[in-house]
């Protein structure tokens, strides 16, 4: 901690990764479940802009934690953890963020399967990103070289995706399941749900905390994790929040010094696509096993890889979890968005 606060920062600097941390901020979550110092102030401060250069996340996040004082990393990717661990490195997994792939690979209507994607043109917002990553582990399942057997097209966005797909710019993505639904109308076909191959859950992004935090302010840090909690109920109970949390995207994106992450396309750019964010209920990261086989077959596990259970430290997350749960005024909200998980599987 630097000058008595909970110091928190995104890995990546891509906009999204700071939604769920500036709602709790601002809708006071961190403060009203005690993240607070001994004069009633505020004991927290968010370091925007990400730790490290995208790319560079699964090498530096250690040293660059150490560098700027940062007790909890936001969105990590589950694989830079246990690289770092396997280094010595005294940091822990906390809880969950994107915990499912949710999007459905989708092909054009001449493509049927995932095998016949050989020599095709496939459309991820970004190379190294989680869609072209859950897009690669698909082709692997598929008995395809996803280096080899296909041309990847970065910088496809959103809301402009669908478009290239049906212009022939490109001849899959993955996209959002109620889209594709509507593309399957128009004879586009489904190729992969990984929603039903992974039914244990995919932590994509989880977050992490430094050893030294857990042992010297567990309070805290289970503080920090029940508002992060309230935040991702926050963000799936719609439409009740949207207004608020497109603005607070639109703020978010025109302060970004980066122009791809400007104003012209959103991460919640409707109610239904906020409710479907994979952000769990309880705040748990779950399906490591799925994800550890995925980066062996990908060779990219060249080292000791630790237990799981050594590199999680999930007891303060659940512990927030049930008092939550607990308390009668948040009943309404918790009922709510309980409905939201059970319709969407997660």
Known sequence: ????????????????????????????????????????????????????????EKLGLAQAMKEKSIDIALDILT???????????DLYIIAGWRNQRASVVVGA?????????????????????????????????AGLDPDRDVEWIGRVYPPGN??????????????????AEKLQKEGFNILADPKQQYPEGFPDRIIA?????????????????????????FVRDQPENFSYLYNLEKRLRFQSPDPDEGGARFATASAEIAQAMPFPIDGLPTGFEALLEEEREAGDLNYDV?????????????????????????????ERVSATVKRFGY
């Not at 694989?79 to 280094?87: E, G, I, M, S």
């Not at 995932?114 to 897009?135: A, F, P, W």
């Not at 669908?162 to 889209?179: F, P, T, Y």
Request: hydrophobic content about 45%; some cysteine.
């Open 109 to 141: 209507p001449d493509i049927k399967s995932l095998r016949d994607l050989k020599g095709k043109r496939i459309g991820v917002i970004e190379i190294g990103g989680i869609n072209y990553r859950g897009v690669r582990a698909c082709l692997r399942k």
């Open 79 to 89: 694989p830079t953890v246990f690289f770092q661990r396997a280094r010595g490195a």
């Open 162 to 179: 669908i478009d290239a797909l049906r212009n022939g710019k490109v001849d899959c993505l993955r996209i959002e399941a109620s889209k």
């Open 1 to 56: 901690m630097l000058r008595g606060k909970l110091r928190l920062a995104p890995a990546c600097y891509h906009v999204l990764h700071l939604i769920p941390a500036m709602v709790a901020h601002e809708m006071n979550f961190f403060y009203d479940e005690g993240l607070r110092d001994a004069d009633g102030f505020p004991a927290h401060e968010i370091i925007p802009g990400g730790l490290v250069p995208f790319g560079l």
């Open 209 to 233: 905390a430094t050893g030294k935090i857990l042992e010297s302010k567990p309070e805290f840090v289970k503080a920090f994790l029940k508002a992060m909690i309230r935040s991702y109920w």
């Open 306 to 334: 630790p237990p799981v259970r050594e590199v999680c430290a999930l007891d303060l997350v659940r512990e927030a979890f049930r008092e939550l749960v607990g308390r009668e005024e948040l009943k309404p909200e918790f």
